[in-house]
């Protein structure tokens, strides 16, 4: 079994910042991606940013600029700084993780989701 869980989301006024974790465990031998989605109850999840193995990134473009996504290996972690927030950054967030477990199966699991608020 694989889990990720979120921490950090909250409220935060406009223009403010906020750090997600997400913690990886269970019986993981390799991680390959780790990504960070976003989602308002209703809508389509969307792509924030992505962490390939190999240290290579991606983010939607809005929030280029303002988020940056990083990742420890050896810890099984993954962050998302979000500076300079705005309401429309508002959602649920979570994480998403793919790779090989101990049982050399390959997995993709999705953490409970956080919620991050935006307001003044």
């Known amino acids: 079994q694989v889990q990720l869980v979120e921490s950090g989301g909250g409220l935060v006024q406009p223009g403010g910042s906020l750090r997600l974790s997400c913690a990886a465990s269970?019986?993981?031998?390799?991680?390959?991606?780790m990504d960070w989605y976003r989602q308002v109850p209703g809508k389509q999840r969307e792509l924030v940013a992505t962490?390939?193995?190999?240290?290579?990134?991606t983010y939607a473009d809005s929030v280029k600029g303002r988020f940056t996504i990083s990742r420890d290996n050896q810890q099984k972690m993954l962050f998302l700084q979000m500076n300079s927030l705005v309401p429309e950054d508002k959602d649920v967030y979570l994480c998403?993780?793919?790779?090989?477990?101990?049982?050399?199966?390959?997995?993709?699991?999705w953490g409970q989701g956080i919620q991050v608020t935006v307001a003044s």
């Open positions: 998403n993780s793919q790779g090989i477990t101990t049982r050399e199966t390959p997995f993709s699991r």
């Open positions: 269970g019986s993981i031998s390799t991680i390959d991606a």
């Open positions: 962490s390939t193995d190999t240290g290579a990134t």
